[in-house]
């Protein structure tokens, strides 16, 4: 086993907390490693104007691996008003540095599983005909294009006159919004290429391959948005046709999905859509799961950078408790995400293995896998705390 140097991104709020014993756990099941910790996070947007500073771009493209917690962002004027005074009205604006990150190093791929882990008391059930209770076993992963569509970042306010004439072109448009004063019209696009597109179905494509799936779901809503979602499915239906012909394409609209989360989600094992989309199903799915304490996920592109992160917040009203009561789990299963994606597949399942046995034996729970609302009481009630979880984890790694 080589040793790596690895860019770890605590973050705000509990994301230095679930990283902090990640390592812990990452060491005690044998990764070595070199940890090398990159600044990110709202801090350095209040004192510095930049919540990605240029020192961790450089890092992670040096050392191209990153593992990273969570980040506390808020809106725009919100983010203005909390600069330090030095920086006030210097025409700063707050960007989502995750976001960029995603955009720099085109980590246009993002895998995000949701599985089920036996046991678990927050596992989705539902009733059947005879009205007794079953617990279908899950197995999804969710491949959301990661920089493109409505998460691009191209918006105006008050469009300026070259924009604005250009939409004015479009009959809708001018029918529409045209009518309206311009200082009042907000656009936000959704733009999809063809290159990103077919990268994303590919992955999806090559993932139900390899684990013996034999259809992907494309999940968009190419009956009203024809252009970009159109595109996506047309795609798929040429890829699959000429490359993959023993995988079903199964369509799906995003709002008739999320209905069917809670009929037949044990039908869906490889899910790929666009960007808002997947991060919609995403969370539909770890609803099913779990939540967001079991939600992880991975992201990485064509230049070789990749990064992996639960995608829960940063649960600031937690960040200060004495003793930390949040679930770290999200942020080990992408630990174990980043393990498989460097080549260190065994180890990874070893870590999911303890996981899951912890899970299943029920001795250990945190706060939320009790169904507790999260406070300073929930340790008094039984809840396991951050730290007691992790050591139930690291004494089942070799159990």
């Not at 919540?51 to 992670?60: A, G, Q, V």
């Not at 539902?126 to 294009?145: H, K, S, V, Y």
């Not at 870590?351 to 899970?359: D, G, K």
Request: glycine letters at 8%.
């Amino acid at each position: 086993m080589s040793t790596r140097t690895i860019i770890t991104m605590p973050g705000d709020g509990i994301g230095k907390t679930v990283l902090e014993q990640c390592i812990r756990l990452l060491n005690a099941a044998g990764f070595e490693a070199n940890y090398i910790q990159a600044d990110i996070g709202w801090d350095f947007w209040r004192q510095e104007g930049n919540p990605l500073p240029e020192r961790t771009i450089n890092l992670l493209e040096e050392h191209k691996i990153g593992l990273f917690g969570a980040i506390t962002s808020k809106p725009k004027d919100k983010a203005a008003t909390e600069l330090i005074p030095e920086l006030q009205n210097k025409g700063l604006v707050y960007y989502s540095p995750i976001v960029t990150m995603r955009q720099k190093f085109k980590m246009d791929i993002c895998m995000r599983p949701c599985k089920t882990f036996k046991g678990n008391s927050l596992n989705f059930i539902r009733r059947t005909a005879d009205g007794n209770f079953e617990e279908p076993l899950i197995d999804t992963m969710i491949f959301r294009q990661n920089t493109e569509g409505l998460y691009g970042g191209v918006e105006w306010s008050n469009a300026p006159n070259q924009v604005w004439d250009a939409f004015m072109t479009h009959p809708k448009f001018a029918g529409n919004f045209g009518t309206q004063p311009r200082d009042e019209v907000f656009i936000s696009t959704r733009i999809l290429t063809k290159k990103y597109t077919e990268r994303i179905l590919r992955a999806a494509f090559n993932y139900a391959k390899e684990k013996g799936f034999k259809e992907i779901t494309v999940c968009e809503k190419p009956n009203v948005i024809r252009e970009t979602s159109g595109m996506m499915l047309k795609l798929a239906q040429d890829i699959a046709k000429k490359d993959y012909p023993d995988i079903a394409v199964w369509d799906t609209n995003i709002d008739a999905q999320m209905m069917w989360l809670t009929k037949n989600p044990e039908d869906y094992h490889v899910v790929v859509a666009s960007n808002m989309f997947g991060d919609i199903l995403s969370d539909g799915f770890a609803g099913l799961v779990g939540g967001l304490g079991f939600a992880s996920s991975a992201q990485f592109g064509e230049n070789g950078v990749a990064v992996f992160e639960p995608t829960h917040g940063s649960a600031p009203k937690y960040a200060d408790y004495d003793v930390p009561i949040v679930n770290p789990i999200a942020m080990f299963l992408s630990a174990c995400m980043m393990l498989d994606y460097i080549g260190e597949k065994i180890l990874a399942k070893k870590i999911e293995n303890a996981i899951a046995i912890v899970v299943q034996e029920g001795k250990v729970k945190t706060y939320d896998m009790m169904k507790l609302r999260g406070s300073r009481d929930v340790l008094q009630k039984g809840a396991a705390s951050t730290l007691e979880i992790t050591n139930a984890i690291i004494d089942r790694l070799n159990g």
